[in-house]
């Protein structure tokens, strides 16, 4: 590409970037995960807009150092490849003058971009990196960056960022801020935690853009899928019924593919792509922990916010996939491992591991004030109790607030918009 073009195309990228100096943004924990001192690349990864641009740049900016930034997500540099890369670190000295900082967005669209930032980091240049696809970067990292990167994983706003995006009180415990938190967990659970979901109206075209931006180029273009009715088909019915057992056979029968070994590689590609989001089965036994995924959206907004979705309220799937996502940013990150526990005579929601120790248990339910659903979750926990060994037994609802002894097991039953605001639960954490 002519240089010229290239220092309009990233001057407007800049002057673009700029314009968030004057807008408020909350600070999010990853940001803290950022460490700009580093000899390492940081890279921040997750789904389209959740946020993984603004973190970065606040990041860079609260600790005032001075940096270049290129988006590759820009349909004006589409056609580059790694042969340009040595260009656009020219025309970013000419824009900026010296720098040791580099921020690169979307760099998993560039071919062999490792190359490049592996060369950077020999001359002692930090580097701070988004991405949308976990296996392109991932792979990559590990192959050509070894030892030299920390990769830091970005969900949408928990529900603790949204009520301080919305200026809600989470401390105070007199009866109007506690009304005001409810309300609010209300329209979080329905509305889901993306950013720009907070500032915009038309919430199905977001969405549906979003959707169609993911399946288009962060999975068929780049995996060169063929058949792409029935991959999007495939992907929009998943979406429809998450969270749910994944049955690769039932799957490749429903939707006419070949071979489960393809329904398999296109639930891979939407993981990849973040859409959608894996938990394994608790087992001793490893084979039987990688076989009945469950899957879960990335967030309760892809659940209806979709055209022709033709889903309900779904009050009890969104709950049980805000606590999914809530234990991921609080225990995933501390090296815990996350599953849930089935056998023939009942299941559990999540057991909460370090390495075979099981640290909580937790049910999900939005509403036990049935007689039958009561006891169907009570005996869930106490089973995942019995045969993991997990003394520490939760069970989330949407409004209850009360302790249960049964069988000599004490159960803290508590409303899922309390406990996600609180940072820290008495698991034996470290």
Known sequence: MD???????????????????????????????????SSQAQVVIGVRRSGKSTLCYNALIRKRVKFAYVNFDDERLIHLTGNDLNDILEVLYKINGDFNYLFIDEIQNIPEWYLFVNRLLRKQMHIVITGSNAKLLSGELATHLTGRHHSIPLYPFSFAEYCDVRNIDVKSRTTKAIAARRAAFDDYMRQGGFPELLSINDEKDYIDELVNNILKRDIEQRFKIIHTSAFEEMSHHLLNIAPTIVVDKALKETFGFKSQHTAKNYLSYL???????????????????????????????????????????????????????????????????????SDRSGECDFVVCENRKALLAVQVSYDISSDKTRKREIAGLLLAARKTGCENLLLLTDHDD?????DGYTISVRPVFDYVLKSQHNIGIR
Request: aromatic residues 10%.
């Open 271 to 341: 993981k990849q792509a973040y859409m959608l989001i894996g938990l394994h089965k608790y087992s001793a036994k490893s084979r039987q922990r990688i076989t009945g995924e469950k899957v879960y959206p990335i967030d309760v907004a892809l659940m209806n916010k979709r055209s022709d979705a033709f889903a309900g309220e779904n009050l009890g799937w969104r709950l049980e996939t805000i606590v999914y996502l809530e234990l991921l940013r609080k225990y995933k990150r501390q090296g815990f491992d996350i599953y849930y526990f």
């Open 3 to 37: 240089k010229r073009i290239l220092e309009t195309i990233l001057a407007d990228q800049a002057e673009e970037l700029s314009l968030k100096r004057t807008m408020r943004f909350c600070k999010r924990k990853e940001e803290s995960l950022i460490d700009l001192k």
């Open 402 to 406: 009360m302790d249960i002894t049964h």
